[in-house]
């Protein structure tokens, strides 16, 4: 069972989650935001999902992400830090434990090729989402009527993290991207 919804911020792990409230909590005392990161993991996803030349399952989930307000990068699997590794240390090995077929790490993200590995492995992928530019400290902006420099503060209600309220965001686009892939597939 998860414990996303255990707590205000929609993070798993109850240490990490009390230090997200609090950082966020002080940048909001300052009148400033934060951005964040949200990591999501797709069990289940049915095997072969996807195409491998056009409509590559990262693709298109890389394009719900990217469609997703405030979302700034998206990256499947180890994707950056893979760079420093050989093929020999980021294939992810096959074996056959227990009459099925897994892998002994999931480098790939649960995708390869374009394609879902299924229940072989997870779908892992992280979306990172900017700090929101409505902050109620004072900011240099220009005043285009009389072609001037001036300032600008924001009042009223703003969220100092984006990141807890766009995981449900991110969910749906994710299910979304899978079923038209699945319609594509019938």
Known sequence: LSLTETNAVRCPDATKAAAMECLIAEVKAQGDTIGGIITCVIQGCPVGLGQPAFGKLHAALGGAMLSINAVKGFEYGEGFAGVIARGSEQNDIFYHPHGHIATRTNHSGGIQGGISLGDVAPIVFDVALKPTPSISKTQETVDIAAHKNTT??????????????????????????????LLVSM
């Open 152 to 181: 600008i503060s924001i009042e009223g209600r703003h969220d100092p993290c984006v990141a807890p309220r766009a995981v449900p965001v991110v969910e749906a686009a994710a299910a979304i991207a899978l079923y038209d892939l």
